[in-house]
């Protein structure tokens, strides 16, 4: 993240070069430096409430500035050393109070969720969800398993997290995350190594798209941060449960699908669910004989004239404006081609590169009719926020560099890496309006 860096008052050395080897487009003065570490201070009194005893207090606001800090690994033992020198009661403090320590990950991000709609809210907010790994060593960590790790680009030994961030005109931060715990974790076999990480005992197995949508589901209870769209990739977009969960909620839903995803072309008539012809109970509904049968949606580009696609610029880049072809298309998903299940209407919509060796993107959203093909564009190039507030948290703030194994230091690290993260966007926004001033 390129803001402008805390420096010696947070842990920093003034003028270093954070770990994601960005330098800051505005170092601080001095003066700015400690004015940083009393608009710290004073954002973490926001909390200080949440936190029953004085130590935790203590401690969680040491942690945050070490998470601000220039170190190259942040866990908590150079963290101590940076900012306090060498003192081994203090390591072991900061470590039971990340691993162990009795407070309510929960409660604060209650609260955090509470400052982004006030620092980023809109009503026409974006939740975007995705999904990200964390590379370990050894079996002894809360949900680590051989799965896919998006970090290395492969399957490894890695715990996996589910992360829903904010995204509005004003930035974009973390709101919630939930920890993926492989099928495996919960057979007798791990049942000691449930128990030793803290595993909840009502817990059960959970897809990905099932974590997600309980996280909006949540946000949507709270009413606290105003949000109209979801956004997410493949594995979100090809689970009907996931799409049909969120349209429940009077929300928008915005996601990427894969190539083989089959759709009716238009609106179908749909049969509801009934006796048979030969009295056996349909219990879904179908559509109505003679109806063409679904495409997969990789086809229907082939399948549009040519003044269908429209040349949008979707976003402001680094070398100038990014340009792409789209075209949106009024589907009726498909549930299941064999038994002729369909789904609800949708609009496809496709995006284009202008390279003929750029790939054909594909996404489906239960937008109303009437929504624009400029918005719909739009909306292509937007679930970047997610993978970059990931990059960012990873890179500049030690979001993975913890050592903790349990079921709480997991959900406490990644909830102070949300604070640590969002007072950079607040600080963010401060300075662009300085600049504006």
């Not at 936190?51 to 033992?77: C, H, I, M, N």
Request: charged content about 20%.
């Amino acid at each position: 993240m390129q803001t402008t860096a805390p420096t010696r008052s947070l842990g920093l050395g003034r003028g270093a070069v954070p770990p994601s080897g960005q330098p800051p487009q505005q170092p601080l003065s001095p003066r700015e430096v400690r004015a940083t570490a009393q608009e710290l201070v004073a954002y973490h009194e926001a909390f200080k409430d949440l936190f029953a005893r004085s130590e935790q207090r203590q401690w969680s606001l040491f942690y945050l500035r070490g998470q601000l800090s220039d170190l190259e690994r942040k866990t908590v033992e150079p963290m101590v050393h940076a900012l306090r020198g060498v003192d081994p009661a203090a390591v072991r403090a900061v470590q039971t109070f990340l691993s162990e320590g009795a407070w309510d990950d929960a409660v604060l991000l209650l609260r955090h969720q509470e400052l982004v709609a006030q620092s980023l809210g809109e009503p026409g907010g974006l939740v975007i969800v995705d999904g990200s790994g964390f590379p370990k060593q050894g079996k002894c960590s809360v949900g680590v398993a051989h799965q896919y790790c998006g970090r290395l680009g492969k399957v490894a030994n890695c715990q996996h997290g589910v992360f829903a961030a904010y995204h509005s005109s004003k930035g974009s931060t973390f709101v919630d995350c939930r920890l993926y715990m492989p099928k495996q974790w919960f057979s007798e076999e791990f049942a000691a190594l449930r128990a030793r990480c803290g595993v909840p005992k009502d817990l059960r197995f959970t897809t990905e798209p099932t974590l997600a949508l309980g996280m909006v589901r949540t946000l949507c209870k709270r009413q606290t941060l105003p949000f109209q769209w979801v956004l997410g990739d493949e594995t979100y977009g090809d689970n009907p449960g996931f799409l049909d969960g969120v349209a429940a909620l009077g929300k928008f839903y915005f996601v990427e699908v894969a190539k083989t995803t089959q759709v009716y072309l238009g609106s179908v008539c749909v049969l509801p669910a009934d006796l048979g012809p030969l009295g056996p109970v349909r219990r879904y509904p179908r559509v109505a004989p003679g109806t063409p049968p679904p495409v997969p949606v990789s086809q229907v580009a082939s399948l549009l004239p040519e003044e269908a696609w429209e040349l949008q610029e979707l976003q402001e880049g680094s070398k100038g404006p990014i340009l792409a072809r789209i075209a949106c298309v009024p589907v009726t998903r498909c549930r299941s081609k064999s038994l002729k299940r369909p789904g609800a209407p949708a609009w496809l919509v496709l995006r284009q590169g202008l390279s003929p060796e750029t790939e054909l993107k594909m996404f489906l959203s239960n937008a109303p009719s009437d929504t624009s093909q400029k918005v719909l564009g739009r909306l292509t190039a937007l679930r970047w926020p997610v993978e970059t507030v990931l990059l960012e948290a990873k890179s500049e703030l030690g979001m993975d560099h913890y050592e903790v194994r349990s079921w709480l230091g997991w959900h406490h690290q990644m909830t102070l890496s949300f604070l640590s993260h969002h007072f950079l966007i607040r600080l963010q926004l401060s300075q662009k309006k300085k600049v504006r001033r």
